[in-house]
T-cell receptor, first 111, second 113 residues
Framework: RKEVEQDPGPFNVPEGATVAFNCTYS??????FFWYRQDCRKEPKLLMS???SGNEDGRFTAQLNRASQYISLLIRDSKLSDSATYLC????????????FGIGTKLQVIP | DVKVTQSSRYLVKRTGEKVFLECVQD?????MFWYRQDPGLGLRLIYF???????EKGDIPEGYSVSREKKERFSLILESASTNQTSMYLC????????????FGNGTRLTVT
């Protein structure tokens, strides 16, 4: 079983739609969780950290469910510029950033 | 803004050559990492370092070595390049801390022929 699992997609959604991605992790001792965004032929960049209480940044909402060991990312009112691959990242190294990446979920927002 | 610079964007080498990939960061980060990214496999950790002259194996260290003689520089070495090492190589750095993000360089696309 992979340590961090994501549906690779692609998710093709129309502009303005709401889309949600889930990611499951296998290590119940994992401490920190992140979503990164990677544009085509570019490096990954931090989108947001994921906190136990859930957190929101504009149109983006991240949730953590420790009991079921998954994290989620919700994007509201999708824009063309949201088209990218979204990487789920889990850290169980106590803050040393020796993280595990999911394979990524590809999102394509269509006009 | 944090800057992580990789020495080459594209590199073509022959089988058996020794290859050096250089990475420099300018924010005094303790931690540095080398990943490779392949379609269908995602990012996989090759080696990482938490301090100068310190190195730890990641998930796929075979065929690679690293060097960290200065805090800002982390080098990846392919001792004898093989075709299965054709990949995108990404260097990253971070501070130590629970919410410290990884900052990536823009990658080196290595082709081994």
């Amino acid at each position: 079983r992979k340590e961090v699992e994501q549906d690779p997609g692609p998710f093709n959604v129309p502009e303005g739609a709401t889309v949600a991605f889930n990611c499951t992790y296998s290590n119940s001792a994992s401490q920190s969780f992140f979503w990164y965004r990677q544009d085509c032929r570019k490096e990954p960049k931090l989108l947001m950290s994921v906190y136990s209480s859930g957190n929101e940044d504009g149109r983006f909402t991240a949730q953590l469910n420790r009991a079921s060991q998954y994290i989620s990312l919700l994007i509201r009112d999708s824009k063309l510029s949201d088209s990218a691959t979204y990487l789920c990242v889990v850290d169980d190294s106590g803050g040393y950033q020796k993280v595990t990446f999911g394979i990524g979920t590809k999102l394509q927002v269509i006009p | 803004d944090v800057k992580v610079t990789q020495s080459s964007r594209y590199l073509v080498k022959r089988t058996g050559e020794k290859v050096f990939l250089e990475c420099v960061q300018d924010m005094d980060h303790e931690n540095m990492f080398w990943y490779r990214q392949d379609p269908g496999l995602g990012l996989r950790l090759i080696y990482f370092s938490y301090d100068v002259k310190m190195k730890e194996k990641g998930d796929i260290p075979e065929g690679y070595s690293v060097s960290r003689e200065k805090k800002e520089r982390f080098s990846l070495i392919l001792e004898s390049a093989s075709t299965n090492q054709t990949s995108m190589y990404l260097c990253a750095s971070s501070k130590t801390g629970m919410d410290s993000p990884l900052h990536f360089g823009n990658g080196t696309r290595l082709t081994v022929t």
